[in-house]
C-alpha cells in the first residue's frame, strides 16, 4: 500500500536514466507551468520510490526549488527496479501529451532497461536456475513482442515496427522521428530508398563465355532485384495498406521467422 508523506524536496534525487524515459517539458510548456504554480501552488502529490528517487513529478520538484517551496507531498512505493521503469513508463503515457512516437519511443527505452535489469540480475544469479526458470525449466520472458509494445505505447503496431527498425538501422533517422522531424512512415521510406540504392546489378561475365547454371544464376540475381524493386513499388503506391499486409502476412508465418532466425 502507497504511504502519503510531505517530504523536504532537497531530500528528493532524481534518477537520470528514468528520466531520459519521459520528454523534457519545453520551455514555453515549462514556463506556463510556472506561472501555474505561482498562482495556485503545487496541487496534485508526486510519486517517488521508498529511496526518495523522484518517478513521476520532476518539473513540479523543480519548480518548487526555483520558487522556494520546501515541502512537497508526495506518494511513497516500494517498487523493484523492474517495477520502477514500468510504473515511469505507464505514468508518462498516461498523463503526458504526447506524439505517437513519443509513446513508441518510452515503450522500447523502457523494454531496453528492463531487459538490462533483468539480465544483470540473472548474470548476478550465476548458477541458479531456480531464480531464472519456470517450472518446466523454460527461461524467464526475455522481452515483449512488437504488438505487446504497441498495445502498452497505444500505437498502433505498424508504428511500432517502423520505429524499431528506424531505432535498430539508424540512430539518428530514429531520434528524428522522436523529435517530430521525420514521420514514423517516412523513415521507412528513407530506409526503402537507402536499401535500393545500395542494390548493385550484377553483369554478364564478358570476358568467357558462361555456362547455363550460370546463366540462370545471375538470372535468378536479376530477378530477386526486380521483385525487390517491385515490393517498394507497390508498398510506396498503396501505403500503409500493403505494408500492413505484408507485416501481417509475415508475422503468421512460422517457418518464416524459423528461416530468418
Same mark, same amino acid.
Given at each position: 500500500?502507497? !504511504?502519503?508523506?510531505?517530504?523536504?524536496?532537497?531530500?528528493?534525487?532524481?534518477?537520470?536514466?528514468?528520466?531520459?524515459?519521459?520528454?523534457?517539458?519545453?520551455?514555453? !510548456?515549462?514556463?506556463?507551468?510556472?506561472?501555474?504554480?505561482? *498562482?495556485?501552488?503545487?496541487?496534485?502529490?508526486?510519486?517517488? =520510490?521508498?529511496?526518495?528517487?523522484?518517478?513521476?513529478?520532476?518539473?513540479?520538484?523543480?519548480?518548487?526549488? &526555483?520558487?522556494?517551496?520546501? $515541502?512537497?507531498?508526495?506518494?511513497?512505493?516500494? @517498487?523493484?527496479? *523492474?517495477?520502477?521503469? =514500468?510504473?515511469?513508463?505507464?505514468?508518462?503515457?498516461?498523463?503526458?501529451?504526447? *506524439?505517437?512516437?513519443?509513446?513508441?519511443?518510452?515503450?522500447?527505452?523502457?523494454?531496453?532497461?528492463?531487459?538490462?535489469? !533483468?539480465?544483470? +540480475?540473472? %548474470? =548476478?544469479?550465476?548458477?541458479?536456475?531456480?531464480?531464472?526458470?519456470?517450472? +518446466?525449466?523454460?527461461?524467464?520472458?526475455?522481452?515483449?513482442?512488437?504488438?505487446?509494445?504497441?498495445?502498452?505505447?497505444?500505437?498502433? %503496431?505498424?508504428?511500432?515496427?517502423?520505429?524499431?527498425?528506424?531505432?535498430? $538501422?539508424?540512430? %539518428?533517422? #530514429? !531520434?528524428?522521428?522522436?523529435?517530430?522531424?521525420?514521420?514514423?512512415?517516412?523513415?521507412?521510406?528513407?530506409?526503402?530508398?537507402?536499401?535500393?540504392?545500395?542494390?548493385?546489378?550484377?553483369? @554478364?561475365?564478358?570476358?568467357?563465355?558462361?555456362? %547455363?547454371?550460370?546463366?540462370?544464376?545471375?538470372?535468378?540475381?536479376?530477378?530477386?532485384?526486380? =521483385?525487390?524493386?517491385?515490393?517498394?513499388?507497390?508498398?510506396?503506391?498503396?501505403? &500503409?495498406?500493403?505494408?500492413?499486409?505484408?507485416?501481417?502476412? #509475415?508475422?503468421?508465418?512460422?517457418?518464416?521467422?524459423?528461416?530468418?532466425?
Amino acid at each position: 500500500m502507497n !504511504e502519503f508523506s510531505t517530504i523536504p524536496v532537497e531530500e528528493l534525487k532524481e534518477d537520470k536514466i528514468l528520466s531520459q524515459l519521459v520528454p523534457e517539458m519545453t520551455v514555453a !510548456e515549462y514556463e506556463r507551468f510556472i506561472d501555474s504554480v505561482k *498562482t495556485s501552488g503545487i496541487n496534485t502529490p508526486i510519486h517517488i =520510490n521508498n529511496d526518495m528517487t523522484i518517478l513521476d513529478g520532476r518539473h513540479r520538484v523543480k519548480a518548487c526549488k &526555483e520558487l522556494g517551496i520546501r $515541502e512537497i507531498d508526495c506518494l511513497v512505493h516500494n @517498487f523493484d527496479k *523492474t517495477q520502477t521503469v =514500468n510504473f515511469v513508463r505507464d505514468t508518462a503515457i498516461e498523463r503526458r501529451n504526447l *506524439t505517437p512516437a513519443q509513446r513508441a519511443d518510452i515503450v522500447l527505452k523502457s523494454s531496453d532497461l528492463v531487459e538490462s535489469i !533483468e539480465a544483470k +540480475a540473472r %548474470e =548476478n544469479q550465476g548458477k541458479r536456475k531456480d531464480l531464472t526458470s519456470g517450472p +518446466a525449466g523454460h527461461d524467464v520472458e526475455k522481452g515483449k513482442t512488437r504488438k505487446q509494445l504497441a498495445d502498452i505505447a497505444g500505437v498502433g %503496431e505498424g508504428t511500432m515496427q517502423r520505429m524499431m527498425r528506424a531505432k535498430k $538501422e539508424d540512430e %539518428e533517422l #530514429y !531520434e528524428k522521428v522522436v523529435k517530430g522531424e521525420v514521420s514514423p512512415w517516412k523513415s521507412e521510406t528513407i530506409l526503402i530508398e537507402r536499401k535500393k540504392s545500395n542494390v548493385k546489378k550484377v553483369d @554478364f561475365p564478358k570476358s568467357r563465355p558462361i555456362s %547455363e547454371d550460370e546463366r540462370k544464376l545471375f538470372m535468378a540475381i536479376d530477378n530477386m532485384d526486380l =521483385n525487390f524493386n517491385q515490393i517498394i513499388y507497390y508498398v510506396k503506391t498503396n501505403q &500503409e495498406k500493403l505494408y500492413e499486409a505484408i507485416c501481417d502476412t #509475415y508475422d503468421k508465418r512460422y517457418d518464416f521467422w524459423v528461416t530468418v532466425l
